[in-house]
């Protein structure tokens, strides 16, 4: 029997935990006298239809498993009313949580389907394996079909009637039994490694599926280390734990960073999801003394609200999570991603700002703007009509409106959202949207009429540059505060050139102000006596000149070194040359 199970990624750097999981816990728990050959595909949503239609057919699988998220279920849907013309005879099974949750209305939108297997889902498939293995014999022995699948915890599939019949859930899998899926690491190169310590999560945040896993279960800890250590030996670029909130548990988390510490082979950055006010004093000593860019966290903070964290049921402390995002940030070794998410109950369009502002000025790595996404199974989806929740009918569900906040203000957020991902993400303005900031009234009015000039300009209607992004920039602020633009025109310089040795400078730029004898100077010294560039040892002058660039910034000569760079944040080494 031929399986293949099917994940339509995002991105092609992304792979699919999930697929590899089944696989690998399938082929381990399989009797010997059970022949079934599992392949796997995975795909990206920006392939087109029918190339991957296409290497389906070809693979011509007798069961096909297709795993459902938010990002591919348009996609799968569409390859749903397609493949059966073209596969007739191959039995079609859906996992994943975008049908876990509402797998009756999944099977009657989608009549060829044979079932779906709901949540947790290694040991449901090795099941169901076995069970289309024995079919042939059971069925000639008189077991009807039906007898087979309802023996199965997990799964809706269709009886002899065509009826829908919804299986109890399957109690939850010990975590430790599911195989390892990375012995073969070269298979993904240049993608993100997924890693998995914990599942389920202790916290009811009413917008979020993992709330409804309440049985939290951790890998055994020696597992957990052993495997690590393979990704350190193997120099993988980057590990994400895929944890709901990976420091729910101390020793667990502290047994891990410790590790991580102590293993460090100076290349692997490990990204993990934590709830930044349960972190305690000396979980934050080991974190401050790590390399920088070993760890990165990322931080749902949500919204500085206090009615809408009680009433969405989460336990988070503003104030106490500010000062140990502080205390991370002083350390200036971990890269922090801090979220908010517009939409949610009692957060209107001046309260959202009010809760932009306050994570702003913890001055994190990254702040991402989210929005609702009103998911099936979640709280927030049987609470959508009692809020007033409008939001999209196709994924990811997206908010419209709410009792709080208009569609109009949406857009606006939107339109902030871009902003910020530009101008403040990016990191390529740090030093300019810093001093800018002074001139508004709050970080959110300055990126609201950064929007706002935009609009105005119909520039979200095009693709832009990163030398057009400065031009914009630097023409509104020419509007909002003339009268300093040759002290910001310094600033963009600074920026410019602190990420990139840019050749081709924007038009509101002058020269760099070093001649082309004093850079000759500069580099024919530097040659002699390394003063600067110890780090370009066996490098001639005009390698070094390549390499690096000259500016003059404020009146002082300013040297760029692109060979040594910031870790976190990617910027040049600059050095302020003596006359």
Known sequence: MKILLVAINAKYIHSNLAVYCLKAYAEKNMPQNVNVQIELAEYTINQTFDAILQ????????????SCYLWNIEYVGQLLRELPKILPDTKIWLGGPEVSYDAKA???????????????????????????????GALCSGVKRDELFSDIPGIAYRNKDKA???????????????????????????RIIYYESSRGCPFSCSYCLSSIDKCLRFREIELVKKELQFFIDKKVPQVKFVDRTFNCRHDHARAIWTYIHEHDNGITNFHFEVSADLLNEKEIALINR?????????????????ITIREINRTMKIDILSTIVDKIKKGNNVHQHLDLIAGLPYEGYESFGKSFDRVYKMNPEQLQLGFLKVLKGSVMHDRAQEYGIVYQDRAPYEVLSTKWLTYAEVIRLKQIEEMVEVYYNSGQFCCTMAALEQEFASPFCMYECLAAYYDEKNAFAVSHSWIGRYEILYDFIVKTCKERSEQYMEMLTLDMYLRDNVKKRPEFLRESGVSSDE??????????????????????????????????????????????????TGNAAIYYLSE
């Open 519 to 568: 850079a000759a100077a500069f580099y024919k010294k530097e040659e002699k006596e390394r003063t600067y560039l110890k780090a370009y040892e066996g490098y001639d002058r005009r390698q070094m000149r390549k390499m690096t660039h000259l500016e003059r910034i404020d009146g002082k000569t300013v040297l760029f070194d692109y060979k040594n760079r910031d870790p976190l």
């Open 290 to 306: 790590m390399r920088p860019g070993l760890i990165q966290l990322e931080i749902g903070v949500q919204s500085a609200n206090e």
């Open 164 to 190: 829908v019949i919804q299986n109890d859930f399957r109690p939850v899998i010990d975590l430790s039994t599911i195989p390892f899926v990375y012995d073969h690491i070269e298979d993904f190169e240049n």
């Open 106 to 136: 999944v099977l009657e939108q989608y009549p060829k389907v044979e079932g779906v297997m709901c949540g947790e889902g290694e040991e449901t498939f090795a099941e169901l394996l076995r069970v289309y293995h024995e079919e042939k």
């Open 55 to 66: 290497d389906i057919y070809r693979r011509k699988p007798d069961l096909l498993g297709i």
